[in-house]
């Protein structure tokens, strides 16, 4: 096994690079994988944790900034396309997926919104080409084990999460009516 001091990164993790619109919830989704107290924290600059790349909204949003979303999309081992649930439109092109050479998961963040529309935001998606798509509620902690499970190297113990509760492995994160097979 490589030697975290020289990898940046923790033992038995994948690296995610985390990607979407401005107010997506990718920075709240970070604190909540790193067991951090949720605060908002507007992201101003691609921050490079040790198992999480975050970046701003803006560098989706502006094509112009694009392109070091795909220099920094060689750092990770998966790319999270991240959509809210109670987003109003999508700002990804159809089989966008196709243009990284990682893994691509889908990611709906905010789904105990009232204003969520999870199906549309499973659609796009799946329109982008995300094969797996997890459902987040990083308030409450929903699918988080299962993001964690899944970012975890084949052989290493299960993730522990300091905000997820344990109805929530057992809810496997899709809302009800939402269930996906991959």
């Given at each position: 096994r490589a030697d975290p001091h020289l990898t940046g990164r923790l033992p038995g993790m994948k690296k995610l690079i985390l990607m979407g619109r401005v107010a997506a919830g990718k920075t709240t989704l970070t604190q909540a994988l790193k067991g951090e107290q949720l605060h908002y924290c507007k992201t101003q600059y691609i921050n490079y944790y040790d198992t999480i790349i975050d970046t701003p909204g803006e560098y989706t949003e502006v094509h112009a900034l694009g392109a070091a979303l795909a220099v920094y999309s060689y750092e990770a081992d998966v790319v999270g396309i991240v959509i809210s649930a109670n987003e109003p439109f999508c700002v990804f092109p159809p089989g966008c997926a196709a243009m990284v050479n990682r893994d691509v998961i889908g990611i709906v963040t905010g789904i105990d919104k009232p204003d969520a529309n999870v199906p549309q935001a499973t659609r796009?998606?799946?329109?982008?080409?995300?094969?797996?798509?997890?459902?987040?509620?990083?308030y409450t902690g929903q699918?988080?084990?299962?993001?964690?499970?899944?970012?975890?190297?084949?052989?290493?113990?299960?993730a522990q999460l300091q905000t997820a509760s344990p109805e929530d492995s057992a809810s496997r994160n899709t809302p009800k009516g939402q269930e996906r097979h991959a």
């Open positions: 796009w998606l799946e329109l982008c080409g995300c094969h797996r798509i997890f459902y987040i509620s990083s699918g988080l084990s299962d993001i964690m499970d899944y970012l975890r190297e084949p052989g290493d113990a299960p």
